[in-house]
Nanobody, 114 residues
Framework: QVRLVESGGGLAQPGGSLRLSCVAS???????MGWYRQAPGKLREFVAN???????RYSDSVKGRFTISREDAKNTAYLQMNSLKPEDTAVYYC?????????WGKGTLVTVSS
């Protein structure tokens, strides 16, 4: 199974930006790459995904602020997060779904606070 490693999390001020990366151990060409997040005391929720044809989907809470992209040559997916809000604070997880099977990274913490 493919292994995923997220990076790019950290502390950002409200209104600021962060860019998350997700590097896979193998090719992601056939995978739907996704980002999910889990805030303290809450369930994990969908943020965005992108398929092999670069079609994207976003949750309503991040639409217009976050952008998901992929670079298959580098086995990497990205999440550009702009106009961050305190409610975006969470551990962000990358997922790789292919042929009905999902793999997950260990997550990267994003904290939005002044």
């Amino acid at each position: 199974q493919v292994r995923l490693v997220e990076s790019g999390g950290g502390l950002a001020q409200p209104g600021g930006s962060l860019r998350l990366s997700c590097v896979a151990s193998g090719t992601i060409e056939v995978a739907v790459m996704g980002w999910y997040r889990q805030a303290p005391g809450k369930l994990r929720e969908f943020v965005a995904n992108i398929n092999s044809l670069n079609f994207t989907r976003y949750s309503d809470s991040v639409k217009g602020r976050f952008t998901i992209s992929r670079e298959d040559a580098k086995n990497t997916a990205y999440l550009q997060m702009n106009s961050l809000k305190p409610e975006d604070t969470a551990v962000y997880y990358c997922s790789d779904t292919r042929f009905g099977v999902s793999a997950w990274g260990k997550g990267t913490l994003v904290t939005v606070s002044s």
